[in-house]
T-cell receptor, first 113, second 113 residues
């Protein structure tokens, strides 16, 4: 079975540009999570969807960040405009219905110059 | 909200020795405690988890113990091997919080051959 799929795996962009990160959760999972990992702050939860509906976005840093889940198979995290301090590894994770275990994707390494 | 502290931040052991990583949590209502292993360039992978109705769980060379009274839990790896070298994260979650995970800061384990 395919795990969580994220694209792109690496992204280098210039400050001010729009960045879109993509995630395909494990088939049949109904919860999806976006995390950001940095050396300074560790693993931080940005937003959590349940059945395609955003449940908790209290971790989203500011209005420059937005996330969508148009269907059960796809989610995006968008940063517009991007800033150097957004440089991090962004992970998507999914979880099955009624389960506790989250399964992480390989991450997108973002560098904003 | 929940706060998870993890110690030590780095741990170096000789191959064959045991390694112990400790975490404390703040919310006594937390009831699910997973441990993740993250290898370089990859996403975190679940290695073992424990629920609050269990005091200890083992899976081959890995064991986790939970002390609900003291609000701490530990990961024990016996007979360490070089491939155990990675960053390990503990986490805690509450059922009534949608099982959102709060992660510890991570422990970089180095197993010297």
């Amino acid at each position: 079975d395919a795990g969580v799929i994220q694209s792109p795996r690496h992204e280098v962009t210039e400050m001010g540009q729009e960045v879109t990160l993509r995630c395909k959760p494990i088939s049949g999972h109904n919860s999806l999570f976006w995390y950001r990992q940095t050396m300074m702050r560790g693993l931080e939860l940005l937003i959590y969807f349940n059945n395609n509906v955003p449940i908790d976005d209290s971790g989203m840093p500011e209005d420059r960040f937005s996330a969508k889940m148009p269907n059960a198979s796809f989610s995006t995290l968008k940063i517009q405009p991007s800033e150097p301090r957004d440089s991090a590894v962004y992970f998507c994770a999914s979880r099955g219905r009624g389960k506790e275990t989250q399964y992480f994707g390989p991450g997108t390494r973002l560098l904003v110059l | 909200g929940e706060n998870v502290e993890q110690h030590p931040s780095t741990l170096s052991v000789q191959e064959g020795d045991s390694a112990v990583i400790k975490c404390t949590y703040s919310d006594s209502a937390s009831n699910y405690f997973p441990w993740y292993k993250q290898e370089l360039g990859k996403g975190p992978q679940l290695i073992i988890d424990i629920r609050s109705n269990v005091g200890e769980k083992k899976d081959q060379r890995i064991a986790v113990t939970l002390n609900k009274t003291a609000k701490h839990f530990s990961l024990h790896i016996t007979e360490t091997q070089p491939e155990d070298s990675a960053v390990y994260f503990c986490a805690a979650s509450l059922n009534n919080a949608g099982n959102m995970l709060t992660f510890g800061g991570g422990t970089r384990l180095m197993v010297k051959p």
